[in-house]
Structures are given as structure tokens and as C-alpha cells.
């Protein structure tokens, strides 16, 4: 009997240790947006104030929160509670619809619908009464990106937590402590939010985008001053990897110099690398893409840098690398690692540069690519040999034709 206790008390202690095991993930911070309109209205005045007297080079002469409104509430500023970070970026290759178990009910115009957690605004939430209830996303691929997204990931979740319509809707309703986050039907980790207006980043690893379905169940709440039954989550967003990209002000060679990555348009004729040969020839770009995405600095000695996401494929030495060792793009990348040597192309010829520095930068950052070429599937940005979107295509192709099948 004894025997037969010491066996269920195992198991129970099993049980338990299994279920305390469960996975649990802490937001990094990124941007605290602005609830207070007057405040916003007066760094916008100063911020057009030094654009006025330094042009597009004001940058540099803003404090950092003025360049957080700037990057980010600048080009919103008729609707001031715009979410500008992510609104146009990885959405431009896919699409979720958005369902809740509840919602609170209208008021007068105002309403607490689930589809508020997904409107890029931070004037409208969803409300519900709190523990419990869940918010269910179904990602899709964008009809027009069916290609793309056949590589497409989400990786990342970003939560606008509480009603950030102003700073009393945030303080007097409540605000969510901890989603259980279940992945396709299966519980896959606890999400422990913070009790703030900062945009709060979860990485929950790389999953296959297509058809994902991403349920947030409620499980722990902040209490609000004034209603504390009315549990509300401003933006729900997602990020993920199969929208390659690089940061403004990347430059590309064409044939009288070069062309900053952002005023590329299809079209335009370029110098694109043959690996083969090793020389440049000029190549017309079929399509450029715009996104937001997080973006990485790679720092080389030499001083050169240029800013990239995580899984775009660069051509080294006849081999591919990317940050995060990937092979979404159907090429198996290898991972960059600091101190190696990398050949890149400056000032009319390759040059071994070290990299020195791999520095992931905050928030979400305008991003583009050339997604396809009228041959080959190389540009060189900021002198590093990058594959266009389609580098798949072109692979296959070359493959064929150097082994005649
Ligand atoms: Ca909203």
C-alpha cells in the first residue's frame, strides 16, 4: 500500500512538475506612445520647427523621444492615435481575422469589439470581462503574397496593453497580467505583460505562418481604478520572417554610382553581381517591396554598416549567411557570427572586412527590398552581395542549368 502511495504521490509530483513546466515568456519594451494629445501636438510643433531648419537631416538634432514621435507619429499625425510602426509591414503579406468569446457591448457609438485589438489604433480596444475570455487571430496569407508566404513565419507579438484611447481610459479600466497563448489548438506559453503604455515585444519562436491560428486566453489581470470588470487590450500585432529587408539610406549599386534602397522603383536598371563570373552587370529591377520590420546593424571594421532583418540571405564566398540561420527562402542560410571575415564590394573591388558588431535596433523600422530582377538574384546594399525575394526561383534556374536537367 505504502509502495502503491509512494507511486501516486510521484506521479502527482510529475503531473505537477509538468505542469509548472509550462513555458513562460517576458515582453521586451519597446515605444511608450503619447496618450496625451496636447503633449503630442507640442513635440510634433517642435519637431517641424527643426525640420524647418535642417531639413532631412533633423534627425540628429531631436531628442530621443522627439524621434520616436517622428519616426513613428510624424506622417500619422491627422489621427493621432494611429499605430504608424507596424501598420503597412509584415500586413502587406498577410491577413488575420479576429474573433472573442466576448465582448462588452457598445456604448452610444463606442464599441468593444474584438476586431478593435487589430485596427492599428490605439483609440479602440477590446473589452471583455477578463479571466477566461480569449482573442483568437487566424493569419493568412495576403492573395497577392501567395508566393512569399509560403516561406512566411510569425515570430513575434506585440500588445498594446489596456484602453490607450487617452491616459484615464488606460488607468480606469483594467489592463491584462498574463495570456495563455495557444498555437493552433495547443497551449504554448504564458505571457506575462507589464503594467504600462510601452508597446510590450514577445518572441515566441518561429512558427509556419500560413493558416496559424494564435488564441490569447486571459488567465490574470491589472485592476482598474474605475471599471474593474472592463478588461481591455488596445493592439494585438504580429511580426515574423519571410519579408526580407533592409533600412533606409541602404545603398545600391547602379550604374552611375548609387541609389538609396527606398527610391528604388521597378524598372530602374541596377548593378546585380554574377557569382559566376565574379563581375557586375546591369540588371532591371521587376518589383521592390516596403515593410516595417525589426531590423539588426551589422557593424564591420572599416566603418562600414548597414542595417537588415534577421533572415535575409547574403552572399559570401560562394555561400549564403543571414542573422538567424534560416532556409525560409528554400536556400539553407548559414549564421553570421562576429569576428568573421566577409568579402564585400567597395570602391570598385572586394575587400576582406571583419564584422565587428551584430546590434539588434528598437522598435519596428521602415524596411525594402528588391524582390525580383530581370536576371540574377544578387544587388549589392551598402556594398554586400543580397539575394532579391525570388532568390529561390533564380537558385533552381541555375541549378538546372549548370547540371543540364
Ligand atoms: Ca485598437
Known amino acids: 500500500m505504502n509502495a502503491i502511495n509512494t507511486l501516486l504521490t510521484t506521479a502527482a509530483c510529475l503531473s505537477q512538475g509538468l505542469a509548472m513546466a509550462e513555458r513562460v515568456i517576458e515582453p521586451t519594451l519597446g515605444l511608450t506612445p503619447i496618450l496625451d494629445s496636447v503633449e503630442l501636438r507640442r513635440e510634433l510643433q517642435e519637431i517641424d520647427r527643426v525640420r524647418q531648419q535642417y531639413g532631412d537631416d533633423c534627425e540628429k538634432h531631436l531628442t530621443a523621444r522627439q524621434r520616436h514621435v517622428y519616426w513613428h507619429d510624424y506622417e500619422e499625425r491627422e489621427d493621432l492615435w494611429e499605430v504608424g510602426e507596424i501598420g503597412d509591414g509584415w500586413y502587406n503579406c498577410a491577413t488575420a481575422s479576429v474573433s472573442a468569446t466576448s465582448a462588452h457591448r457598445p456604448a452610444g457609438n463606442i464599441t468593444y469589439t474584438a476586431a478593435n485589438a487589430h485596427d492599428f489604433s490605439l483609440g479602440t480596444a477590446w473589452v471583455c470581462e477578463g479571466t477566461g475570455e480569449s482573442i483568437t487571430f487566424r493569419i493568412n496569407a495576403d492573395e497577392e503574397n501567395e508566393w512569399e508566404w509560403e516561406h512566411g513565419t510569425v515570430t513575434t507579438v506585440f500588445i498594446y496593453n489596456g484602453y490607450q484611447k487617452s491616459a484615464r481610459t488606460w488607468r480606469d479600466n483594467s489592463r491584462i497580467k498574463q495570456f495563455r497563448l495557444h498555437i493552433n489548438d495547443k497551449p504554448y506559453a504564458l505571457l506575462n505583460l507589464r503594467d504600462t503604455t510601452a508597446v510590450q515585444c514577445f518572441d515566441i519562436g518561429q512558427h509556419r505562418a500560413q493558416r496559424c491560428a494564435l488564441r490569447f486566453e486571459i488567465t490574470e489581470v491589472y485592476r482598474g481604478n474605475r471599471w474593474p470588470n472592463d478588461v481591455a487590450v488596445s493592439e494585438i500585432e504580429f511580426d515574423g520572417d519571410g519579408c526580407l529587408c533592409f533600412g533606409a539610406g541602404t545603398m545600391i549599386a547602379v550604374p552611375d554610382g548609387e541609389k538609396a534602397i527606398e527610391q528604388i522603383v521597378a524598372g530602374d536598371v541596377i548593378l546585380a553581381p554574377d557569382p559566376a563570373s565574379g563581375c557586375l552587370a546591369p540588371a532591371t529591377v521587376l518589383g521592390t517591396a516596403r515593410r516595417n520590420h525589426r531590423l539588426y546593424r551589422l557593424g564591420f571594421d572599416s566603418g562600414l554598416s548597414v ?99
Open 307 to 405: 542595417e537588415v532583418t534577421a533572415d535575409h540571405p547574403l552572399l559570401f564566398d560562394g555561400d549564403y549567411y543571414s542573422i538567424a540561420e534560416n532556409a525560409l527562402y528554400g536556400l539553407q542560410t548559414r549564421q553570421l557570427a562576429v569576428g568573421q571575415q566577409l568579402n564585400v564590394f567597395r570602391n570598385g573591388h572586394m575587400e576582406a572586412l571583419t564584422l565587428r558588431s551584430i546590434t539588434p535596433l528598437d522598435g519596428l523600422r521602415a524596411s525594402y527590398t528588391i524582390t525580383a530582377l530581370d536576371r540574377g538574384g544578387l544587388f549589392l546594399a551598402n556594398g554586400l552581395c543580397a539575394a532579391v525575394e525570388a532568390v529561390e526561383a533564380v537558385e533552381t534556374a541555375a541549378t538546372t542549368e549548370t547540371t543540364g536537367r
